[in-house]
Every structure is written in structure tokens, then in C-alpha cells.
């Protein structure tokens, strides 16, 4: 039996330094905004201008990522991309110039976008059919930690340091995990003697990876428009205050987490399909106490559309991973382009149901969204594993 030249439990632990990175390049800019609008004295339109360089540097890093890793290998890539999350984290506490400020924005997003494809990736291909969903689930818990890691520690330190000196504190963490990266063994590129453009090309017609891709375009615009209007919706409609809108998006994540732990056991045992089945009607459930929410409905519907939210992506990727190993890099990179361009566009509707047309629409869109995953995924079933 041929030896590995790397350690798997090794590759995965610098995956999950990144997975981990890319969860603080999501949520920082949320967090960072009211700072950044006061020092800048943007009005509501810059804000949101401001914020907009984020997705854009994701769609980038989401796109090239996977042909240069199935190229060249994941070192090189995992570090560059690490590095631009952390200088960018940096200059948006140094910089005095907004220009600099919306490079620095986009610097993580690109960053973040990379790092979130690649590690996917690289779990993928180090774990066989029978351990990867389980370890790409067990890789998004530590999503959960970076992105939960951020407003708790600036809502809990945020009276006793300043946010310089908590961002920069994360950034000597991750620079110590950044050199861990550096001087450990990955494995080797798929095509060291030159990369199959063809076969890449032929991925964006191949019609079993788009009916799995468009899987991952309703679930991240469902993600991304419950993280996003959530709180308005439940705020303006005077279902809920504040205070109950803004747990809820922390029971919802904490409960997003939680499922992925539970998952990494769970997808060792019972049929995947089975699990994503369940998980989406859970999730349906969720949405539905929140068509007349009260604090009690508000607050379980979250922790039901968290726990079923999560293992939609761990699953389809894991199935993607096995059915075009050759080429993993490009396929993850085809599959969250996709998934991206559905978080824009759901979340621009859902933007437009919440705040103009009637806010009932919103969870309403939330359950046909998930339908139609359910609908897509019944025609996978016959893609062999």
C-alpha cells in the first residue's frame, strides 16, 4: 500500500485554521460597519456601497480557486489566501483612506472565498466515501467558532479594549496558526504535467454537478437571507423586540454549530439522504413559527432552522467530492460560484418582500426555497455515491 506524503490529521487541522478564518472574514464586516460608518461619516448608501466589496471578492476567490489547486496544490494558495484576510482585517483598522479601507474590504472577501472553496476541498480529497461528509460537517463547526468568535468577543471585551486591539490580538492567533500552515505537508497536485482544460470545461455542462450546485443556490440564499433580514423582519412587524430579534440569529448559529458536532457521528451511521431530508422539513418547520412568531415560537423556529440548515452543505459536497475526485478543485469552485450568485439573488428578493412588499412573504419564500431543494435533491438519487 503506497504511503501518504502527508499526515491526514495534520492537512485537516490547517483546514480547519482556515475554515475558521473564513467564518471571522464573514462576520467582521457586520461587526466593524457601525465603527467604520462613524469614522468615515457614511450615510446608509455608502455603508451599504462599503459593504458590497465583501461579496464581490468572495465571487472572485470562489472562482479561481479551483483550477489553481487542482494545478498547483494547496499550500501556496491556503497561505496567500490566509494572508489577505489578515492584512485586509488590518487595513481596516489602519487605513485613513476610504479607497484603501474598500481594498482591504475586498482583500477579505477574496481571502475569505478562497479559503472557503479550498478547505472543502482539501478535506474532500484526504478522506475516503465513507468519512468525507462527516469531516467536511466537523470542518464547519469551526465556521461556527470564527463566526461566532467575533461578536461575542467584541461584545464582551469591546468595554475593555478597543477594537484595534481585539482585531489585532485575532490576527497574532491566526498568524501563529499561518506558520503552523507553512511548514506542514499537503498533498501533491492532480495535475503536475498540466492542467485539463477540456475536462474542466466539460464540469459546467456536466448536469449531475448543476442539479447539486443549484442545491447549494437555494440553501446559501436561504442562509444568507436569514442571517441578513431576519431581525427586520421581526423587529419592523412588531412580532418580537430587539433584544429577542438579535438572539435569535445567535440561537439560530449556535444551533447551526451544535447540528454539524452531532452530524460528524451521525453521517457515519445513518444514509446521508435520509439526514438532508429530515434536516430541510426541520428547517420548514423553523419557518413556519415564524409566520406568527412569539418569543417562544420566534426562538424555536430559529434553533429548528439552524439545526436544519446544517448539513446541506457538508452532504452535497461530500457528493461532489466523490463524483469528480479528478477534478474536486473546479468542481467546488463551479458548485459556490453558483451557490453565491443564489445568496445575492435570494437575498436581494427577500430584501425586497421584508422591507416594501408584505413581510409574510419572507418566511413564505424561506419554505419554497427549501421545497425546491427537496425536489432537486430527489433527482440526485440516482448519482451513484
Given at each position: ?11 485537516f487541522i490547517a483546514a480547519c485554521i482556515g475554515m475558521s478564518l473564513f467564518g471571522v472574514s464573514m462576520m467582521v464586516m457586520g461587526a ?212 429577542t430579534a438579535l438572539l435569535s440569529i445567535t440561537v439560530m448559529i449556535l444551533a447551526l454549530t451544535l447540528a454539524r458536532i452531532i452530524l ?71 458548485a459556490l460560484v453558483i451557490s453565491l450568485i443564489g445568496n445575492n439573488i435570494l437575498n436581494s428578493m427577500t430584501g425586497v418582500f421584508t ?31
Amino acid at each position: 500500500m503506497k504511503t501518504k506524503p502527508y499526515k491526514v490529521a495534520q492537512v485537516f487541522i490547517a483546514a480547519c485554521i482556515g475554515m475558521s478564518l473564513f467564518g471571522v472574514s464573514m462576520m467582521v464586516m457586520g461587526a466593524l460597519l457601525p465603527l467604520l460608518s462613524a469614522k468615515f461619516s457614511l450615510n446608509t448608501a455608502q455603508a451599504t456601497t462599503l459593504v458590497a466589496f465583501l461579496p464581490v471578492g468572495m465571487l472572485i476567490g470562489s472562482t479561481i480557486f479551483g483550477p489553481i489547486v487542482d494545478r498547483y496544490g494547496y499550500k501556496a494558495l491556503l497561505i496567500v489566501s490566509s494572508a489577505l484576510v489578515l492584512l485586509g482585517l488590518e487595513g481596516m483598522m489602519l487605513f485613513e483612506d476610504i479607497l484603501f479601507v474598500q481594498l482591504s474590504i475586498m482583500g477579505i472577501g477574496l481571502g475569505g472565498g478562497i479559503l472557503n472553496g479550498e478547505t472543502n476541498a482539501m478535506v474532500s480529497d484526504i478522506y475516503n466515501d465513507t468519512k468525507r461528509e462527516s469531516k467536511l460537517s466537523f470542518l464547519g463547526v469551526f465556521y461556527g467558532i470564527g463566526a461566532l468568535g467575533i461578536p461575542l468577543l467584541l461584545s464582551n471585551l469591546g468595554d475593555i479594549y478597543t477594537y484595534s486591539q481585539i482585531i489585532r490580538s485575532l490576527e497574532v492567533i491566526f498568524g501563529v496558526g499561518l506558520i503552523y500552515c507553512i511548514v506542514i505537508t499537503y498533498p501533491l497536485p492532480k495535475h503536475q504535467q498540466g492542467f485539463p482544460i477540456r475536462k474542466s470545461f466539460k464540469l459546467l455542462r456536466n448536469k449531475h454537478l448543476l442539479l447539486l450546485a443549484f442545491i447549494l443556490f437555494f440553501q446559501s440564499g436561504i442562509e444568507g437571507s436569514t442571517n441578513n433580514w431576519t431581525v427586520l423582519y421581526l423587529v419592523n412587524n412588531a412580532f418580537t423586540s430587539q433584544q429577542t430579534a438579535l438572539l435569535s440569529i445567535t440561537v439560530m448559529i449556535l444551533a447551526l454549530t451544535l447540528a454539524r458536532i452531532i452530524l460528524v457521528w451521525m453521517l457515519k451511521r445513518v444514509d446521508p439522504n435520509k439526514i438532508l431530508i429530515f434536516s430541510l422539513l426541520l428547517a420548514i418547520v423553523g419557518y413556519l413559527l415564524l409566520i406568527k412568531p412569539t418569543y417562544v415560537t420566534t426562538l424555536m423556529g430559529m434553533a429548528c432552522i439552524g439545526m436544519g440548515l446544517a448539513s446541506t452543505f457538508p452532504i452535497i459536497l461530500g457528493k461532489i467530492g466523490a463524483l469528480y475526485s479528478s477534478l474536486s478543485g473546479t468542481a467546488f469552485s463551479i458548485a459556490l460560484v453558483i451557490s453565491l450568485i443564489g445568496n445575492n439573488i435570494l437575498n436581494s428578493m427577500t430584501g425586497v418582500f421584508t422591507g416594501t412588499i408584505a413581510p409574510v412573504l419572507y418566511p413564505l419564500l424561506m419554505i419554497v426555497s427549501l421545497i425546491t431543494i427537496l425536489l432537486l435533491n430527489r433527482k440526485t438519487f440516482k448519482i451513484k455515491h
